[in-house]
């Protein structure tokens, strides 16, 4: 049973450029989470997606981010016109179902992408 | 919404000696509280969890405990080793839906 998947590893955009990042939950898994971790510092929760549905973006920043589930295919976290202060490592990590639903629930990292804007 | 403080943000402990790192959160709702440990460059790992029904857990060396009403939870390490060096994350699942946030880490440095 493969982990969640996370691709690419490392990513190097210049300032301006768009970035995609994309996230395979585990299987059987259709809750995904992305978290944003800066050089030195904590995980900072982003948005919260089901397929097809946000469930909470309130981590997201209110421009240049987006992030979607949808029912075929990878969550993709999309950052347009990147600036320097968006090199990160970000962290995707999925769940079988929402957390408080069910008692033996947890949540599962993958490797991260890590973003590099020069 | 949920806030996650831990403490203390290092630690340095020597080589046998035990370790504790301490949260809080504020979200009476929380009900999930789990502990991950992060190497660096590496992706968090999750290395034991508790819920609000038990108050204390135990794998080997890591144990968990939790005090509801005082909305506190602690790691215990014992017998530490030089593979435990790593930044240790508290998170609870107090996010609007349900989320972990997590308090920002502790790191441990444990000197042979």
């Known amino acids: 049973n493969a982990g969640v998947m996370q691709n690419p590893r490392h990513l190097v955009r210049r300032r301006g450029q768009e970035a995609r990042l994309r996230c395979s939950p585990m299987?059987?898994?259709?809750?995904v989470y992305w978290y944003r971790q800066l050089p030195e510092e904590g995980l900072k929760f982003m948005v919260y997606?089901?397929?097809?549905?946000?469930?909470?973006e309130s981590g997201m920043p209110k421009e240049r981010f987006s992030a979607e589930f949808p029912k075929e295919g990878p969550s993709i976290l999309r950052i347009q016109q990147v600036v320097r202060g968006d090199s990160a490592a970000y962290f995707c990590?999925?769940?079988?179902?929402?957390?408080?639903?069910?008692?033996?629930?947890?949540?599962?990292f993958g490797e991260g992408s890590w973003l590099t804007v020069v | 919404g949920e806030n996650v403080e831990q403490h203390p943000s290092t630690l340095s402990v020597q080589e046998g000696d035990s370790a504790v790192i301490k949260c809080t959160y504020s979200?009476?709702?929380?009900?999930?509280f789990p502990w991950y440990k992060q190497e660096l460059g590496k992706r968090p790992q999750l290395i034991i969890d508790?819920?609000?029904?038990?108050g204390e857990k135990k794998d080997q060396r890591i144990a968990v405990t939790l005090n509801k009403t005082a909305k506190h939870f602690s790691l215990h390490i014992t017998e530490t080793q030089p593979e435990d060096s790593a930044v240790y994350f508290c998170?609870?699942?107090?996010?609007?839906?349900?989320?972990?946030?997590f308090g920002k880490g502790t790191k441990l440095s444990v000197k042979p």
């Open positions: 990590a999925s769940s079988p179902t929402a957390l408080r639903r069910r008692s033996g629930n947890t949540i599962y």
């Open positions: 299987k059987g898994h259709s809750h």
């Open positions: 997606l089901q397929k097809e549905n946000i469930i909470d």
């Open positions: 979200d009476s709702a929380s009900n999930y």
């Open positions: 508790i819920r609000s029904n038990v």
């Open positions: 998170a609870a699942d107090g996010g609007s839906q349900g989320n972990l946030i």
